[in-house]
């Protein structure tokens, strides 16, 4: 079987409902050409491929069908233990400290390798996190150059207390594209409404387009009551799901480039005069007086209510490795200065350096390097062909992982095939496992032709 499908059934796995233990990971088999005349040999690596998923399991309910549940899960939400890491749980994971937030996911996305996970499938309110899943719908469902209008229910339909901090009136026009920056930036709820608007047709119905997608993706403990976040008792999804929902995302060019952006300047309107917007997100925020700059950081969104406690959703990048960030329910705690500090940032920050810190990228398997060979019979040239892995595969693996855990097994269809094979022909497979249990697969291709 292939890489790919392994791949996808894997996801299919961490789109599941009860939460277990599983382990993620591809392998390594040296570059040594040998001849193999048997159908199996196996072959005890250098390397051990590692990666976790707090998974759930046979309870998929569809997003549409959210609302059948939404009572036990209202009851559920903001309840996780407040302590349990699942990640230092694994033999040989490098241990990571536990944090105050309420549930955290980060992840080496190029792999899918769950570096630390806790309360990852707790069902919890989003707050404008959600405005990630209104991006989306909103960009694969207009133009950027559309003009929003803002009605009087975008403006005033919001939460009392909420605000209209970027001061947009009824009857504002702007484009997709500004609405967006407004929305991503200064997480407007007025924004929210309008694209949802324009998109849907009305709030109800963008928001039934926001559950679809969220099915679509795989989501599993997610239900959308609005496009912006603020509360509601059934309005709820997972640090998992939104990593889920973040990767879609971020596919998008025009996605990284406003989460991306520290400040902006919002044109002039046919209401109002240009303004400049600087982002919510402190992480990005390069200023002499903001201490939760992170300079590897890039993006992404941060969200607050009370009863969600403070949200961010933030990547970075250090020596070529690609991280995701999610931190849900932080506190705010007031300093012996008597200055405010928001959790959710240095919490994201100390996730991202235990990540950095503890593992690096190793080359576990290469279409270069062949691992074994068939014999050829009834050939005019060749008396066999050389067979390599189809995929070329690297993996995120703790430092100082045990190299004596993973085994790798080289099997071949047959013995031996007759003359003529083909470039390509799939000649056998290879598999992986770890503490003896199966982590992955691969086809083994012929690597050239044999008349």
């Known amino acids: 079987m292939c890489y ?53 399991m046979f309870s998929q309910f569809p997003v549409s069908a959210a609302e059948e549940t939404a009572q036990n899960t209202d009851a559920a939400a903001q309840t996780a233990d407040p302590s349990v890491v699942v990640t230092n749980d694994i033999d040989g994971w490098p241990q990571a400290s536990d944090i105050s937030s309420t549930a955290a996911i980060v992840m080496e996305t190029s792999t899918n390798t769950v570096l630390y996970s806790k309360n990852a499938d707790q069902p919890l309110y989003p707050a404008s996190a959600v405005k990630i899943m209104t991006c989306l719908v909103a960009l694969e469902n207009s133009s950027l150059d559309d003009t929003v209008t803002f009605s009087h229910d975008a403006v005033y339909n919001v939460e009392d207390g909420s605000g209209n901090k970027n001061a947009i009136e009824e009857g504002d026009t702007l484009s997709v594209r500004d609405c967006l920056y407004l929305l991503l930036m200064r997480s407007s ?63 998008s060019e025009n996605f990284r480039t406003i989460t991306n952006t520290a400040e902006y ?44 406690g403070r949200c961010v959703i933030s990547a970075a990048k250090s020596s070529g490795m690609y991280l995701l960030g999610i931190i849900c329910g932080a506190e705010t705690t007031v ?51 050389a067979v390599s892995p189809k995929d070329d595969i690297q993996i995120l693996l703790p430092n100082g992982y045990d190299e004596a855990q993973l085994d790798v097994n080289i099997e071949l269809t047959n013995e031996s095939v007759e003359a003529p094979v083909q470039e390509s022909d799939v000649l056998g497979h290879a598999t992986v496992s770890y503490n003896g249990e199966l982590l992955a697969e691969t086809d083994l291709l012929a690597i050239a032709d044999v008349a």
């Open 265 to 308: 300047t919002l044109p002039a309107t046919n209401l109002s005069d240009e303004r400049v917007l600087k982002t919510t997100n402190m992480l990005i925020f390069q200023n002499s007086g903001n201490r939760y700059y992170y300079p590897k950081a890039i993006g992404i969104k941060t969200g607050y209510t009370t009863p969600a």
């Open 189 to 251: 709820n007025q924004a929210a409404n309008a694209l949802a608007e324009h998109v849907g047709g009305s709030r109800d119905g963008f928001v039934k387009m926001m559950n679809e997608r969220a099915y679509e993706l795989g989501c599993t403990h997610t239900h959308f009551m609005n496009p912006h976040g603020l509360h509601n008792e059934s309005h709820y999804t997972t640090a998992r799901d939104l990593s889920l929902i973040v990767q879609a995302a971020l596919k």
């Open 335 to 385: 300093l012996e200065t008597g200055d405010i500090q928001m959790e959710s940032f240095p919490e994201c920050i100390n996730l991202f350096n235990y990540g950095f810190d503890n593992f690096s990228y190793v080359s576990v398997l290469s279409p270069l390097y062949p691992v074994a060979q068939v014999s050829v019979l009834n050939s005019a040239g060749a008396e066999a062909v």
């Open 4 to 56: 790919t499908v392994i791949v996808f059934m894997l996801s299919f796995l961490c789109n599941c409902s009860h939460t277990m233990n599983s382990y993620f990971s591809t392998f390594l088999c040296t570059g040594v050409l040998s001849t193999m005349m048997i159908k199996k040999k196996r072959i005890t690596a250098a390397l051990l491929a590692l990666g976790l998923g707090a998974v759930t």
